[in-house]
């Protein structure tokens, strides 16, 4: 609400002609949703065009109030839509401004323009900047901005690509993720290894002609794993060409146990099929938590193995050839054994997959160590 009234008081207070007696809305109930006092509202600028008029939209009327006060020069001096430079066989759109006189013939105080904007039968769907100027002689020119849809949203945005590279598409191309980040074929994700802290990818369109409108791209992951940022030309959207916009994931990760999480980064294309691509990141080196744990091992090792030595040697000692302790004894070492079972770090420092081979060496001496103690358990 602040931002929309510093945005105003901007407006107001640097353009010294603007027509403030003007209001304009979408219809005869909503005078002034669009141009209120002269003043262009939020959604309506080109920056910020947020209304999608939707392919069954083929005309659009702008209801304008006040124009009796500026006096009769007031009209529509230009429209323009995004596609008009193309060859008509690449136009998405026809587009027309007029007066409405029938209708409006019927309100006093009002002057109705027709938006023709009518879209031609092609393969697949876009979203399109149109405008219409109004002038007048004694003010500054107002722009009305808003989005035209045509076409089908659930088709795919064919010539769209994410690649690491400015020419490679790894992540998706034609608008559809490739096999290596599509959610139905997980077993072959791509995985981001934990030495990683952020990765950078390239969105465009890999032909000159076309442009496409990108939401703000987003990711969904569990946030008690990690908590991801992003950044880049890329990270609020807009409109999409062949020019290479940057969008760096940056994991922020939360645990360093080496766990394996799955990220899901949404790239969503008003009207379009989302592209959604899967991909995995792993948070902490196993190198790290091995040698945080070795010393652990070591110590239970070290006082497990001590504390065994001790009682066998007292188990075995005997005071004038009697044992000194004998049941008491062999319950303190079975009482020591259990303690160190429960006690095996890797079951309760590691969540890992056993496939891992740093972590199977791990485990293969903790087995030795577990192997001896029980030797020399049994023994006794
Ligand atoms: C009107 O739309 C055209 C085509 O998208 C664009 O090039 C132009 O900058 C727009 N004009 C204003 C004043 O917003
Ligand atoms: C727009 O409509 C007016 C009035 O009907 C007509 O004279 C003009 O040729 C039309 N413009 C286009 C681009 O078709
Ligand atoms: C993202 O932000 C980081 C830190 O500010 C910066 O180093 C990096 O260049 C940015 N990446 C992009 C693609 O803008």
Avoid at 31 to 52: E, L
Avoid at 192 to 218: A, G, N, Q, R
Avoid at 250 to 279: A, M, R, T
Avoid at 343 to 366: F, I, R, T, V, W
Wanted: charged letters at 20%.
């Amino acid at each position: 609400m602040g931002k929309r009234l510093i945005f105003a008081f901007v407006i107001t207070y640097s353009t010294a002609l603007f027509c403030s007696q003007i209001d304009i809305g979408s219809d005869n109930g909503k005078i002034g949703d669009i141009v209120s006092s002269g003043v262009i509202q939020p959604g309506w600028t080109f920056q910020n065009a947020a209304y999608k008029s939707p392919p069954s939209e083929a005309i659009l009327y702008l209801y304008i109030r006040g124009l009796e006060l500026i006096g009769p020069d007031f009209e529509s001096i230009e429209f323009h839509h995004e596609d008009e430079a193309k060859p008509d066989d690449h136009k998405w759109v026809w587009m027309n401004v007029t007066k409405d006189e029938k209708i409006s013939g019927l309100f006093s105080e009002y002057t109705v323009y027709k938006v023709e904007q009518e879209c031609l039968n092609r393969e697949g769907g876009t979203t399109l900047h149109m405008n219409v100027t109004f002038g007048a002689s004694g003010c500054d020119p107002i722009t009305v901005n808003w989005l035209k849809i045509c076409g089908q949203p659930t088709t795919t945005r064919s010539g769209l690509s994410v690649g690491f590279g400015t020419n490679s598409a790894e992540l998706a191309y034609d608008g559809i993720p490739t096999l290596l980040f599509d959610g139905n074929t997980k077993d072959d994700s791509y995985t981001v290894s934990s030495d990683l802290d952020d990765i950078l990818v390239y969105i465009y369109m890999t032909d000159e002609i076309t442009k496409t409108f990108l939401k703000s791209p987003y990711i969904i992951t569990d946030h008690e794993v990690m908590y991801p940022t992003l950044n880049g030309s890329a990270m609020t959207g807009g409109w999409l060409d062949s020019e290479r916009k940057e969008l760096q994931i940056n994991f922020n990760c939360l645990v360093d146990d080496g766990v394996k999480e799955e990220l899901v980064l949404v790239i969503e294309i008003p009207y379009f099929h989302d592209i959604e691509l899967h991909f995995f990141k792993k948070c902490g080196s196993i190198r790290k938590s091995k040698s945080k744990i070795s010393w652990g091992v070591i110590l239970l090792i070290l006082a497990g193995g001590g504390g065994m030595w001790l009682l066998w040697y007292m188990y075995n000692k005997r005071v004038n050839g009697e044992k000194i302790c004998e049941d008491s004894c062999g319950d303190a070492i079975s009482g020591i054994w259990s303690w160190l079972k429960s006690h095996k770090p890797q079951a309760s420092m590691l969540k890992k997959p056993a496939s891992d081979k740093e972590l199977g060496s791990y485990e293969g001496d903790d087995g030795k160590v577990g192997f001896n103690v029980h030797t020399q358990y049994g023994t006794v």
